[in-house]
């Protein structure tokens, strides 16, 4: 049992506790739907905050977890209160999800802090459902467990396995090539989703899931479990329980999320070949909580962990493998036998991170390799500098080909990514398989929203030659489940007036990893007569939520937060509403 701070009074007593006018407001109204008066006896009141919508498909399962969620509650003496809050839909949602991230976890926050709870299970599994929410609570800083939709099973397809994403951007490229028919393609849809959950891939959902229960801030198991897997439910019942628990000890979001949390997150993050969404998402989760996380932190703390994990898209696994292999447990455990896990860290469940998964075991060496012998060495994500990206730039080695990652090419820019569609496909196109595709305004205020486009598919051309990568650099995101040598991020972005804004047909540039250096191999005099002629691009909108984030959006290495969302106002009970 971890100690306890002081203990303030219960937040809902100052509601529901109360024997005046106030009191009779607060509970009767409650009463409406047949909750009992002993319910308003002073027991835990708990939050189920719930991102279920038919707009997110990967969150259709929710309304059936929340039943779990509030079993365990109601089993452990608390009162649950389940709520809806912005639900992101990764595959539905334009111009891109993450323009919205900052919206819900406002919406997380504002509900959370304005109604009378004393602690909260966030439910969250499509991409940004996760982080949203999370920072929502994290600048509320309550009680709060996070309980994860969990993937998709396996996608079948003619005796193979295919995964969310991954298998999209191949069989896209293939149809393109003339590969494959489109009836193939059509039935390939139909194979690919076949259960409750989210994509099957390490890609950003999986990633975030993992990255929960590396933080201490889901239950061991959260990441694997698939969405329709039994144990699924048994996790949520079981918070359900917990948060009860974490209630009467006090054991607040900001006793977990510390910075060796977020340091074991990071290394969990290269072991298990994760998506270049979670530099963004955790920095600004951290950056709410109180944790002065950096791009630097990324690159510094995971340097020299290997990817231990065989999944795509770095691998061939998906995560229904993984968690037959023993899921994130068995990963963290080879993290801790190796120096690289703060094994102190607390967690949801009043044990310390190593407590929780020294025991662990993994079942298949293929799927979750060991240090001695792992899946790729040292990969991680890489910080690049230099006069393109001054303020950082990342990429994923796992997930690029190993001979790019230095590379001298000359450029062939895109000014936007209706400039690449136009352009992409017409053999006249002049580039060859040594250009780098360059990619601009599509970062945070340009897209706007920082959409998952900067792993521009190849020119058809080059795919019939059998070009498979190319160096590509943008001031975009990619999808958790793309790969390639794709250079992504960069700060500042084309919209903000960056180098990258500057670049033009010809222009060469340098790409080193090794180095960490990305340069645009122009000189000064040129680039400062090119800014002198850049234009700043007016807001895509000038009224409502469009313009509030063109106005205030951060910039990537910044986690992309609005500025004046950073940090967390706390959990103070807001003056009575009558
Ligand atoms: Fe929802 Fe991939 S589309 S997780």
């Not at 903000?496 to 645009?520: F, I, S, T």
Request: with cysteine; aromatic share 6%.
């Amino acid at each position: 049992m971890p100690p306890t701070r002081k203990k303030p009074r219960q937040r809902s007593i100052q509601w529901f506790g109360r024997q005046d006018i106030y009191g009779f407001i607060y509970r009767s109204w409650v009463k409406n739907r047949g909750v009992p008066n002993d319910q308003f006896d002073g027991r835990p009141v708990i939050g189920i905050c719930n991102t279920w919508s038919e707009l997110t498909p990967c969150n259709t399962h929710f309304r059936v977890l929340a039943e779990h969620v509030r079993n365990g509650i109601l089993e452990a003496g608390g009162f649950p209160l389940e709520f809806p809050v912005m639900s992101l839909g990764e595959t539905l949602l334009r111009p891109t999800a993450m323009l919205y991230r900052n919206l819900a976890s406002m919406d997380a926050e504002e509900s959370i802090r304005g109604n009378p709870l004393d602690g909260v299970v966030l439910l969250g599994g499509c991409d940004k459902t996760t982080p949203s929410i999370l920072m929502g609570a994290a600048s509320v800083d309550l009680p709060t467990i996070f309980v994860s939709g969990g993937p998709m099973l396996s996608g079948k397809y003619r005796g193979q396995d295919i995964g969310s994403g991954t298998n999209v951007w191949s069989m896209s490229e293939d149809l393109r090539a003339g590969r494959i028919s489109i009836e193939e393609f059509h039935e390939a849809e139909s194979c690919m989703h076949r259960s409750h959950g989210h994509c099957m891939t390490m890609g950003t959902a999986s990633t975030m899931a993992s990255m929960v229960e590396a933080l201490g801030v889901a239950l061991p198991g959260n990441a694997a479990y698939p969405a329709v897997d039994a144990r699924r439910n048994v996790l949520a019942r079981t918070a359900g329980r917990r948060i009860v628990e974490m209630v009467r000890e006090n054991l607040v979001l900001s006793r977990i999320l510390t910075r060796p949390a977020f340091e074991n997150a990071i290394r969990a993050n290269a072991a298990i070949g994760g998506s270049t969404n979670a530099v963004i998402h955790l920095i600004a989760i951290a950056r709410r909580i109180g944790v002065d996380l950096t791009l630097d932190d990324w690159d510094r703390v995971g340097d020299g962990v290997p990817t231990l994990v065989n999944l795509m898209p770095s691998g061939k696994y998906l995560m229904e493998d993984f968690c037959y292999a023993g899921g994130l447990p068995a990963v963290l455990r080879e993290l801790g036998e190796n120096g690289r896990l703060h094994k102190d860290s607390l967690t949801v469940n009043g044990k310390t991170m190593w407590e929780n998964v020294h025991e662990a075991r993994c079942w298949n060496r293929d799927v979750i390799h060991s240090f001695r012998s792992p899946f790729k060495k040292n990969t991680g994500i890489k910080v690049l500098r230099g006069n393109l990206c001054p303020d950082g730039a990342i990429i994923k080695p796992s997930a690029a080909t190993p001979q790019l990652l230095k590379h001298r090419g000359r450029a062939v820019v895109f000014e936007n990514i209706e400039d690449f569609h136009r352009r992409i496909d017409d053999p006249k196109l002049d580039i060859d398989e040594s250009c780098v595709m360059v990619l601009k305004n599509c970062g945070p205020k340009g897209y706007p929203g920082m959409a998952e486009v900067g792993n521009m598919p190849l020119p058809p051309k080059l795919l019939k030659k059998g070009v498979t990568d190319m160096v590509r650099i943008s001031d975009a995101r990619m999808s958790g489940t793309a790969y390639g040598t794709v250079v992504l991020h960069i700060s500042p972005e084309a919209a903000a007036g960056g180098a990258l804004a500057l670049v033009e047909n010809g222009d060469m540039v340098d790409l080193d990893v090794a180095k960490r250096r990305l340069e645009l191999l122009v000189d000064e005099k040129e680039l400062k007569a090119r800014k002198a002629k850049w234009r700043a691009p007016r807001p895509p909108l000038e009224r409502g939520y469009w313009r509030l984030y063109f106005d205030h959006v951060l910039q990537a290495h910044e986690g992309a937060d609005l500025d004046f969302l950073v940090g967390k106002s706390g959990s103070f009970v807001p003056r009575d509403n009558h």
